[in-house]
């Protein structure tokens, strides 16, 4: 039987079946959807060859390298500093070899200017960073930016590199205070590349007349972290503020319209009353972010969420890692998984990283292990001589970062350098305390020991 169709509700098939509408519709929003899921050749070919990118960068940064130095033997006469730091009867270890600054291996941990990574001296050839090496801004000046960490801003597709300005004398305020020098301020530096930085002044800078303000130079000012606020469209920073003695333990806040500043210095809080010193700043997907620092004099993390403003905290705040004394953490995240390295507290010394992961950023969170590979034992539990700063995501390669530590020089604090490294995740974790039907629930986090290294191309 012939059905004749209105022509504007239906078609009419020769073949005598009945094309309906609903199938042509169905069938265009099938075509729009192979268009959009199945990859073009052209299309394929690019995932495929950025996948492999991916792969074979991974798997080069993945590569353990040793790393071999002898302990000089035992020498007459050892630096009294050295000496009175350990106690006069001590072994003496790799680390105090580390800190006694007229060690014969001390040019091997702090190499000297001929060494330097020197971006502009060097050209754009190489693109390598050498952990540990002085790292030249393109005016060949010492980059200051200890402490620090890097905000990619999406407006001016530039990185910037936020951190301590510590180009002064190093003293010890008290006989048996810790060595600092005064508060110069924040310095920015801004990159493309990740490697070439140019210094675009002190952002923060420290106050020199008024001795009650808590940016006077007299203070600590250290950690420093800054965010962007899509809402406000301000820059935020955070920072630890103290006193010498380390006694406010204080958070501070600064913000400015611009990346490059100047930062206007708001004030200082103790978030929920509590004590603060090493801290961070974590901006998740959903805009949210977290100020993450030690508290109960080091002895454990709170998490707290800022407000939307990013200028305070807000009522929420869980106390993590209770009784591990950790600080310097550096938090991020992988697959809807968060992770944070932290170090152990012994000053200005190195001690072992440690890896923690959580499915919630407030929590519960877990430790995973040392997340440091190659080298050797000594470079394994002592981060590589340096201690955790900040993680920055690796853009366009999922599961890969870049680790920023300070290898800091307590004898002379301005000269301490900074170790960059691979870090990646993927694999099993080292301590997997939880399992989920006998597999862990956590990927494992790995810094890998390179002498030198590079980003991946492009
Ligand atoms: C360790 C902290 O991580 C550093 O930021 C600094 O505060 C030193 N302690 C001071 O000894």
Redesign the pocket.
């Known amino acids: 039987m012939r059905i004749k169709y209105r022509k504007s509700s239906a078609f009419h098939c020769n073949a005598g079946s009945r094309c309906s509408i609903s199938v042509v519709l169905w069938s265009i929003l099938a075509c729009i959807l192979m268009i959009h899921f199945i990859p073009l050749p052209h299309q394929k070919n690019e995932e495929s060859r950025l996948r492999l990118c991916d792969r074979l960068c991974t798997r080069e940064f993945e590569v353990v390298e040793e790393e071999n130095f002898r302990l000089p033997p035992p020498r007459g006469k050892r630096n009294p500093r050295a000496v009175k730091r350990r106690g006069p009867g001590k072994q003496h270890t790799v680390i105090d070899e580390f800190l006694d600054e007229s060690s014969d291996l001390r040019p091997f941990f702090f190499p000297d200017q001929k060494l330097a990574i020197w971006p502009a001296r060097d050209g754009n050839d190489s693109k390598y960073f050498y952990p540990g090496r002085l790292w030249m801004d393109t005016d060949g000046n010492p980059i200051q930016a200890h ?1 620090g960490a890097i905000l990619f801003d999406e407006r001016t597709e530039t990185y910037y590199w936020y951190g301590e300005n510590k180009d002064g004398p190093t003293y010890h305020a008290h006989p048996k205070g ?3 020098v005064d508060v110069i301020g924040v310095n920015c530096y801004s990159s493309k590349d990740l490697w070439t930085w140019k210094n675009e002044g002190v952002v923060l800078p420290g106050v020199e007349s008024n001795f009650t303000h808590d940016l006077h130079r007299s203070n ?1 000012l ?2 420093p972290k800054v965010i962007y606020n899509d809402k406000t469209s301000n820059y935020v920073m955070w920072m ?1 503020i ?1 006193d010498a003695n ?1 006694t406010k333990a204080s958070v501070g806040v600064a913000i400015s319209d611009s990346p490059l500043g100047p930062f206007t210095y708001l004030r200082r809080i103790r978030p929920h009353s509590c004590d603060s ?2 801290m961070t700043i974590f901006k998740d997907d959903d805009q949210n972010a977290y100020l993450i620092y ?1 508290s109960d004099d080091n002895s454990e993390l709170h998490v707290s969420r800022l407000t939307d403003d990013y200028l305070d905290v807000t009522r929420e705040m869980q106390r993590i890692l209770i009784g591990q004394h950790r ?2 953490p550096a938090v991020f995240k992988h697959k809807a998984t968060y992770y944070m390295i932290t ?1 152990g ?4 010394a190195p001690n072992r990283a440690m890896a923690h992961a959580a499915e919630s950023i407030m929590g519960p969170w877990e430790t995973i292990g040392n997340p440091c590979i190659g080298g050797n034992r000594v470079f394994r539990v002592t981060t590589f001589f340096s ?1 955790s700063a900040f993680v920055v995501p690796l853009r366009g390669h999922s599961g890969v970062f870049i680790f920023m530590a ?1 290898r ?1 020089n ?1 004898s002379e604090l301005r000269d301490s350098r900074y170790v960059w490294l691979p870090l990646t995740v993927g694999g099993v974790a080292d301590e997997p305390l939880e399992y989920n039907f006998g597999f862990p629930v956590w990927s494992k986090v790995s810094i890998f020991w390179h002498r030198r290294w590079r980003l991946p191309v492009g």
Not at 345 to 348: A, E, F, I, L, S
């Open positions: 402490g810790t060595a600092r600590v250290e950690r630890h103290d380390y010193r090493d030690s600080e310097a170090s507290c012994t000053g200005w201690q300070d800091w307590p």
